[in-house]
């Protein structure tokens, strides 16, 4: 039986994976199978060290939440803390984009010539 963390991860990992172009959401679904544990934790491991050195080219900082999201699959005290933090990302996305596209509309209502 899967626990609420698990099933709530898998959701905003679903969710996720949906909106990545298909070049990028293909790999993320293989890594998110359960055979591919054995490449899922030395990866994720790998992204939390590379963006400790994130000052350095091509590493960088954004490797460590996707380290973290690598981990917490497979890792049970990660997953609660992150998929919370997936879900209070996504609403601020969310959020973001709404906040734009109104800024856009009532700023081509304001440059609209009548």
Do not use: Y
Not at 29 to 38: I, N, V, Y
Not at 63 to 73: D, E, K, N, R, T
Not at 74 to 95: H, I, K, N, Q, Y
């Amino acid at each position: 039986m899967i626990n609420p963390d698990q099933r709530r991860l898998d959701r905003s990992l679903e969710r996720l994976q949906h909106r990545l172009p298909g070049w990028i959401a293909r790999p993320v679904g293989g890594l998110r199978k359960p055979d591919a544990r054995w490449v899922r934790i030395p990866v994720g491991v790998l992204f939390i060290l590379g963006g400790l050195v994130g000052f350095l080219p091509i590493l960088g900082f954004w490797m460590v939440p996707l380290g973290l999201l690598l981990l917490a699959i497979d890792v049970p005290f990660l997953r609660r803390p992150t998929s919370a933090l997936m879900v209070r990302g996504e609403r601020r996305w969310t959020e973001w984009r709404r906040s734009r596209q109104s800024g856009k509309q009532s700023q081509a209502a304001r440059t609209s010539p009548e």
